[in-house]
């Protein structure tokens, strides 16, 4: 599909690795820095690799405190700045979904390619993701998936992919959404349904699993939606949606669960970062 | 949920007389007129009914030509201009999924709400839709939708549950869309995907399910996505998105299904109107 | 898979027809007898298809009456002796439900397989079937399945086929059955569960599909099982399960639908005559 | 549904103790004996317990040796013979799936039910072992679920459960069984089928399941079937269906996962058997 490119990868965790070999079995040329402690194959500099590049692979998070790349298999540090003064007329991909600050005059002759602010991006991760919530789910209690009653707090990407999975082991699943149209939708796909300001006047359930990145699940929701049994798992991204010391006081096991591709399943993290950076490759071949 | 009004109906065939028999099952009061050939009990002008009404709701397709209501149940020709005279300070409701212009000056205070063009109508009668799809794939061929090879072009409302319930039924489902975030969700949900500008490139199927509403499968499409037993069916609005005379020409059963909600489960296309005013009016309230 | 084998097809409807085309689909050799009223080349005479032939398959129901293939696309009448006593060291298929009765004396050197008796021709039929009533179901009412209340009255074959499909279209699907185990499954599987006995005590359904081949739905169970526009569809085989004369009186809708693979699907029916012969074939090669 | 019964609880781990509660919430009357290690309320006899009880329940399994009550959070041994002694005019409910021998002159006058044995209880437990297969299979792998190929070995109870679930999380299911009609169930229900016997001449699969009681997996088959990076998880009873040193010289990676209800889920555990022994008392009441 994807024609021959030559990639560099630099930086990052397994995930990195793990697309590297993904891009290797389609047989793409791949090059590596930032991996000698992971027993890696890496070019000696980060200028030779840059230099037998076409396209750059920053890791995600990219940065993991100011200019310095995340890069916990490195013995040496690794500056941003270093790779963008080298990269003139190379593709530079990272990943920030919070996104970036570079000083555009720096820029200049490089195009600089956002992954993780792209919508596949965050449709491909729900499948990881809500594979994990149903794991910790699974693992955090005594009992099983089916026969329990599960609120999904949202319908944005993860909420709906993770309805389905509950929902075909047998849960008795309500989901909550703020639109009309997309209780439509929740209706549509066979689940219960619920305005997300009508939660603490339904019912109580045995897991709710909130994907909303806002405060939804204050004390009184709290008290009003589960009971002492209950779990909760916040797969909001910080400062997620439940406030946390009230279920605390209030005795409500909660896990605030969080970027949980790369933990649990760095292999399919790996081959997502892979596929979308494909995915944009693809899309400039057509425009072209 | 909904506080008591009182709704006066105008016009429409029996999807507004099921509107009609649902609300008052839900306890709201109705008045009707333009239904005495189904022998349904109305106001004896339509000043009688508007007076006494609240909210006055017209039919989809609300005009049936310039001015006239369509009213398939009426003795006598009723007018929109008319309507509109009588409804000051009322809120009106109607359906045209193209929209209706309407002059300015004669609807100072009355509030306008075209149902039909409202998001969860869509969705909502998405369903009846793909029951209806389904109906006819199953009528118009000598085998089962179990095991056979279908393509689904478009991943709106109508593509989203048709595949859904396609593939439930043991189909080999293939879904098209043209941005890769669609493909993504597509391929999440456990679909075969394909680019719509790759479908002429990828395999013939049974059945093609169109919901494009533009020109996808022209002559050479045609040719290589069909063999000849194969079955499509157009559910996109006129003009559709097959070239019907290439199809007829090449001897490929092709039908183009319009409207289907209302002439395959007028009932339940009658309590979506319903759901939608009442959306609509739930909303109103929470702003309020 | 199969080997070469030599079929000859006597007798039967389209799904003769359809069984030999998939068959020489599959580069099997079939001659055909029976057939001239639909334009098929058959031998001349049925001492020459026998002769030629090393499995004979006859069709469902292979007696219309005693004696006579059911040959409806046949101008002359053929005799089920006549093709006994030709059919020395033949294999020969037939298909009656029922069962047939053969004089043993005349079965000397001949090895007959009753395809109709299988569990796998009935499991296979089931999809079928259970396509057909909905099909049924969907034209019969101006209503969607979705959102409606469903009983699938017994847990066979075709109960567990069709109370997925209903489940999977957003039915409130209800499975009846007498033992516990079967209960315990129909749970498992997310469906409400009532014991057989229990049905009139439970529920007014939509739609009841009756799977059970004896009386179930006497008068009393009709009246409280039902609503005035409730469906009944009875897939059970005659005298079904249903008493009809009480229905008609009540005003239930009542539909005895029988033998609907061959009339909805007759090209699914044939295919799966055809897999069915393979599967005895295949099992008789694996017990050599 | 159940009336009051007095039931009488010997031993046992916690699905006992989660069996008493769920009894207890139903409004039944409940003794305990043997969980004095785990703060429970216990009789200060056996005699008494069994003086005030209509049924007496022993675990599963009963016994953990010859004559001994398995008993974890008991300070003292319990016999069975002791029970059995006290317990005339009494009903035993026990559960040891493998059977029990007891000398039957000690049993006149007591009606004796192995719970363990029915099968409701083997469907039942279906759920909670699948449920756990899959949060093994989450667990030990780097990958979601969604994509890898696996073979469900085996179609019973557990293997039409699990094979459900899988393929609902989007995996690519095999499912395997030895007869045609066990193959036309699997076709029917989507998945992909094969004769156990050509499990060696398919393909391989990312994760094997294998369900069924007998060494299915020797050398030679897990060659053919998995790769370096595939996990075998064996759900059968000991010896389970897998050759495990030469899965270990092969290095792959294989957990034999038994009793995994008990385990993972006792609360689950506990309530099925409940529910299992309501059945049999309900079965009673309908008998008599």
Same mark, same amino acid.
């Given at each position: 599909?994807?024609?021959n490119?030559?990639?560099g990868?630099i930086g990052?965790?397994s995930r990195?690795?793990f697309c590297?070999?993904s891009?290797?079995? #389609? &047989?793409?040329?791949?090059?590596m820095?930032?991996?000698d402690?992971?027993?890696?194959k890496c070019t000696?500099t980060i200028n030779?690799l840059?230099e037998?590049?076409?396209?750059i ?9 100011d200019?310095?790349?995340?890069s916990p298999f490195?013995s040496?540090?690794?500056y941003?700045?270093?790779i963008?003064k080298?990269?003139k007329?190379k ?9 970036i &600050?570079?000083?555009d005059?720096?820029?200049?002759n490089?195009?600089?390619y ?11 991760n729900?499948i990881?993701?809500?594979e994990a919530a149903i794991?910790?789910?699974l693992t955090?209690r005594?009992e ?16 709906k ?8 082991m047998?849960?008795d699943v309500?989901?909550?959404?703020r ?8 209706n549509?796909l #066979?689940?219960?349904s ?5 939660i603490?006047?339904k019912q109580?359930y045995?897991i709710?699993?909130?994907t909303?990145p806002?405060?939804?699940? #204050?004390?009184?929701v709290i008290?009003k939606s589960?009971h002492e049994n ?5 797969l ?7 406030d946390f010391?009230s ?5 409500i096991?909660?896990i605030h669960?969080?970027a949980l591709p790369?933990?649990y399943f760095?292999k399919?993290?790996g081959?997502i970062?892979? #596929?979308?950076?494909? &995915?944009?490759l693809?899309?400039?071949e057509?425009?072209e």
């Open positions: 599909m994807i024609e490119y030559k990639f990868i990052g965790d990195q690795i590297a070999k891009m290797i079995s #389609n &047989n793409q040329k791949v090059n820095f930032g991996f402690k992971a027993d890696i000696n030779e840059i037998t590049s076409k396209c692979i920053l890791p995600v998070p990219t940065i993991s405190e200019n310095i790349i995340y490195s040496k540090v690794i941003l700045d270093e963008i080298l990269s007329d593709k530079i991909f990272y990943g920030m979904p919070s996104g &600050n570079i000083n005059d720096k820029l200049k490089i195009k600089l956002n992954y993780a602010q792209r919508e596949d991006f965050s449709i491909l729900a990881p993701t809500s794991q910790i789910a955090e005594n099983t998936l089916y026969g329990c009653k599960c609120l999904v707090a949202g319908f944005g990407h993860i909420g992919i993770l309805a389905r999975i509950l929902k075909s047998g849960t309500t989901v909550s959404a639109k009309s149209k997309d209780i439509a939708w929740i549509s #066979n689940y219960r619920v305005y997300t300001y009508d603490p006047d109580k045995d709710v699993f909130n909303i806002y405060l939804i699940f #204050n004390k009184d008290v589960t209950s779990l909760v798992i916040d909001a991204s910080k400062p997620g949606g439940v010391s279920a605390k006081e209030l005795g096991k909660t669960a969080l790369g933990k760095p399919t993290a081959e970062i892979k #596929n979308v950076i494909y &995915n944009i693809k899309e400039e057509n425009d």
